[in-house]
């Protein structure tokens, strides 16, 4: 417990003194119990807009509330005010808030609140120290929360006549902490609060808009300030007249903007799940047959930063198979995609170039190159450096992976490697795959694919399938997807030159894999 019951700092010039708890429990704010929207006004001095307000009432109103949405219209800055409007109008009010990663709670909801607490019009009282992610007003009685996802146990012996929990992006919530959640909904006056992008479907958030006892609530780009004040529908973005319609300044440039749309509606097109959910604000059309579901990649983004990796890495080398394909090499170290580099218009002696100049540079200690298309002129250019430990991979190559009963489990080793990749990723496996965050090119080409499974092996849909509907290839994906590949075993004898002190090439790539 960082927070002291009662400890006030005097600044000398302080503009008002912080509250005393005395007088928050006096009533300070029990007027706002009512009407939140106007506590973010006068106390908090932030004007919200229309969905904004309408999520509050719901929440005033309704034990449970599910919000979906694109991307960035407030809902992490709406969550930071319903916390303090809850926590500052109820009485020994308990609020917990939590999101996917204790990144997202620490550096998402709680800078908010932090920055919500010390801008309020009013100086709030309570003790919130720089950095916390705990503000009590009195002890762990009343008091709001962030709780990392990790410990389902942290979410249990909650007693609160008031209590409240919010989880932001609940899309990538794991389901033991809903349950854990439902435990502590006892009390009479109890919110949850699910909010986010519909990444994911199946889970809690996903059935919150399906079963009844959820109030739910959506908001499309196209329902946001920027788009409305100016009348831009998606039929602009269809005929490309959505600029035109901009005559003046955007009236809230800090939320998503027609630009930012507008690019994803080109990068990504309408049908993408990435599309879907940060333009939409809907949930996937077909999600149960995506390879990797959008919130795992997600996740693999924001635990990018904090994960910690040494080793040498493994380059996966995706080569252009046409003019407007781009090649691609991606870095992996053990659990953490480093970076993925992106080529235009390279030919295959350029880009053999360039792979050795990154295989140098951080000592690559395996380098898969895909050998099925004009990979197999950059893996001949490959040859020719000894110091270079190519893994040639031939991805539409059978998979020998078989289960327990002999039957092949993957349709090829393109199959197989996919699947690897998505168990790196799953949040429930064993190797907590992190992902560069910030590259949208490498989560759209990662979202895309399909897979079939009926009852044989596990089939991914054909590159060419995936690129008909990405509108192009999925090349910084592939490269990732690579970095997956089992080293080839010796299909012909080595043949040694005489004299020649090597290492045959199968030996370098065996180490250390
Ligand atoms: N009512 C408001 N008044 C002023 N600034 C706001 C308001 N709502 C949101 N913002 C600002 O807009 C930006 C985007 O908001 P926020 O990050 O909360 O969106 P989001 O919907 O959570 O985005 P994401 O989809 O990325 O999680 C932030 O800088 C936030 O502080
Ligand atoms: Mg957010």
């Not at 708890?21 to 029990?30: L, R, V």
């Not at 008091?143 to 899309?171: C, I, K, W, Y």
């Not at 910084?476 to 080595?494: C, N, S, W, Y």
């Amino acid at each position: 417990m960082k927070a002291k019951k009662g400890k006030t700092k005097a600044k000398p010039q302080a503009k008002a003194p912080k509250l005393k708890q005395e007088e928050i429990e006096d009533g300070a704010f029990e007027e706002y119990q009512e009407d939140p929207v106007k506590m973010v006004r006068e106390v908090l001095g932030s004007a919200l807009w229309s969905h904004q307000k309408t999520l509050f009432e719901y929440v005033r109103d309704n034990p449970r509330v599910s919000w979906r949405s694109c991307h960035g219209i407030g809902k992490s800055f709406g969550v930071a005010r319903l916390v303090l409007w809850f926590l500052f109008s109820f009485e020994y009010s308990i609020v917990i808030t939590t999101s996917p990663t204790w990144r997202q709670v620490e550096k998402i909801v709680w800078k908010e609140i932090r920055s919500a607490y010390a801008n309020a019009k009013i100086p709030l009282g309570g003790n919130l120290a720089p950095k916390a992610t705990q503000l009590s007003i009195d002890g762990d009685e009343w008091t709001a929360m962030g709780l990392s996802t990790n410990m389902p146990d942290r979410f249990q012996g909650f007693h609160a006549e008031n209590l409240m929990v919010v989880v932001d992006e609940a899309a990538g919530v794991k389901e033991d902490i809903f349950e854990a959640v439902e435990g502590v909904l006892t009390s009479e006056h109890c919110r949850l609060v699910l909010i986010g992008n519909p990444t994911d479907i199946g889970g809690t958030f996903y059935r919150s808009f399906r079963e009844p006892g959820w109030k739910t609530g959506a908001t499309s780009a196209f329902d946001t300030p920027n788009f409305t004040h100016f009348g831009i529908t998606e039929e602009d973005f269809k005929n490309n007249t959505w600029k035109e319609k901009i005559t003046g300044p955007l009236p809230a440039p800090w939320l998503i903007t027609p630009a930012w749309a507008y690019d994803k509606w080109v990068r990504w097109g309408k049908h993408h799940p990435a599309y879907s959910a940060r333009v939409d604000g809907v949930f996937p059309e077909q999600g149960e047959y995506n390879v990797i579901p959008l919130s795992w990649i997600e996740r693999a983004q924001n635990i990018w930063e904090e994960t910690e990796v040494t080793g040498q890495p493994v380059l996966g080398v995706d080569v252009a198979r046409g003019g407007m394909d781009r090649s691609a090499i991606a870095i992996r170290v053990d659990n953490k995609v480093l970076k993925v580099l992106a080529f235009h218009g390279l030919d295959t002696q350029e880009l053999a170039g360039e792979v050795i100049r990154v295989c140098r540079e951080v000592d690559a200690r395996l380098v898969n190159v895909e050998i099925d298309g004009l990979g197999a002129g950059v893996a001949d250019e490959l040859k020719k450096h000894r110091d270079i430990p190519l893994n040639e991979v031939t991805v539409g190559s059978g998979s020998d992976v078989v289960d327990a009963k002999g039957n092949r489990v993957y349709g090829n080793l393109r199959a197989q490697m996919w699947w690897a990749l998505r168990n790196a990723l799953d949040p429930k496996g064993d190797m907590q795959l992190a992902l560069p965050p910030d590259d949208d090119e490498l989560l759209a080409d990662l979202a895309a694919p399909h897979y079939n499974y009926k009852s044989g092996p596990i089939q991914i849909e054909k590159k060419e399938d995936t690129k008909d509907r990405l509108g192009r290839s999925p090349d910084e994906g592939d490269a990732v997807m690579l970095t997956f590949a089992p080293i080839k075993k010796p299909q012909h004898r080595l043949v040694i030159p005489r004299g020649a002190p090597v290492t045959p090439a199968w030996m370098i790539q065996g180490y250390g894999h």
